[in-house]
C-alpha cells in the first residue's frame, strides 16, 4: 500500500512537469527548481496562477525604441498642442486631433484628454492618453473607483475592468476619438496602430485597445500597446485575456512607483485586480544604457513587486528615462532633456 501510493505520487509528479500543467492541477510551481508541489523554504520563487508561469513576450524589448519615440508619443498628451514636441523630437509625426472632455459629474476641473496622431513616413497611427492632472481629478478616480467597482464590458472576454476608467475612455471615444480614428484608418487603411499613455492615460490606452479589438476595428496583430506607471484596472480574467490577445504589448515600470503597490482588492464588487503579463521594469533611473528586466511573470512579488511597498516613491511614478515627463511635456519636449532629469 505504501509503495502503491508512493508510485502514484511519483506518477503525479512526472506529469504535473510543466507549470501551467502544475497549477491548473491546484498545487504550486516552485521556479528555482522548475518543480512541481508544496512550496518550502528552499523555493524563492513560487507561482500559484497559471498568468504567472514564466514565459517571454513574443516581441523583443527594444529600449530605443521606446525612449526615442514611444516616450515622445506620451508625453506630448501633457502639451495642449502635442505637435510642438513632434516638431522637437518626431518631426515626421503629425497631431490628427486633441480631445478635452468633461470627466467628472461632481468636480467642475477634472477633463480626460486624448490625441490622434499619424506619420506618413513611418506608416503609423497614435493614440495617446494623458495622466490624471490635479487633485480633483485623483479624488473622482478615487471615489467612482471604489464606489463601482469593476464591470464586464465585452464580447471578446468576460473579464472585468473599474467602471470608472470605461467610463472616461467611453467620454472620450463618443466625444470625438472614435469618429477621429476612423478618419485616420479611412485615409491610411494600412497604417499600424500605437497605443499608449502614462499614468491615468495608461489605463485608458488599456481600455483603448480592448475596445478597438472588441469592435473588431484593428486585429491586436496591427497594433502596439505601450503604456508606462500603469495602475492595475481589471480582474484576473480580463489580465489574461490582455497577454494573449496582443502580441506587442508593455508596461513599463520605473523602479519604485507606487502605483504598482496599490491594494489589489476592490470591496464594492470583491474582486482582486491582476495586471497583465507585461511588465518591463527598470531597478535604476532609466538613463540610456541602464539594465532593464523583461518581467516573465505577470503580477506578485516579481520584477516591481519585490519592492518593499513601504519604500516606494512618488516622484518614480513622474520620471520615466530619466525625464520629468509632465514638465517636459508642458515645455514641448525640448532637445535638452538634461534639464529634466531627476533629482
Ligand atoms: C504544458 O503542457 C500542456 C499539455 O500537457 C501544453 O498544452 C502546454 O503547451 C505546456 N506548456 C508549456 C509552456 O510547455
Ligand atoms: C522542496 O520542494 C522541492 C520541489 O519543489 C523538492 O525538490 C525539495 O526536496 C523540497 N525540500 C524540502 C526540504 O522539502
Ligand atoms: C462637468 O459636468 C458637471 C455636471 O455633470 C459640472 O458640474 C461641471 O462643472 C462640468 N465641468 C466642466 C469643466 O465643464
Ligand atoms: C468574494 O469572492 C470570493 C471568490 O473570489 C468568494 O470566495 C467570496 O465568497 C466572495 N465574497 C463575497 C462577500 O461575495
Ligand atoms: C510596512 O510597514 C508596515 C507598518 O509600519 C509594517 O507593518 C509592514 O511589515 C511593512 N512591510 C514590509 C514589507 O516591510
Ligand atoms: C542642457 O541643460 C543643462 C541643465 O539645465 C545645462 O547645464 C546645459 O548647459 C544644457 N545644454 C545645452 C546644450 O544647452
Redesign the pocket.
Known sequence: MFILLFILHFLQFIQAENCSDCVNSGK?W?VD?S?????????TTTVNVPLNCPSFPEYGYDDEFIRSEIMVLTTAAQNENPQLCFNNQLPTMKLYQIRTVNCSTKYNDVTCVGYTSYDTKKKVISMSFKGAHGQDQIKEMTEHMMKYGLESYYTVTDGKIFKALQDYFMLLWNGGMYQDLKNLKYKYPKYELWVNGHSLGSSLAWAASAWIVNIGMYKPEEMKVVVMGAMRISDYNWAAWHTKTFPYNFHILHRSDPVAHQSTYVKATNSTLFYPKTEVWYNNYMNQGDPYEVCQEADGKYCSGSVNPNATQYIDHLYYFNIDLPGWGHAGCPMNISAYAQP
Do not use: E, F, L
Not at 518543480?35 to 523555493?43: H, T
Open positions: 504550486v516552485c527548481t518543480q512541481c508541489g508544496a512550496a518550502n523554504s528552499s523555493c
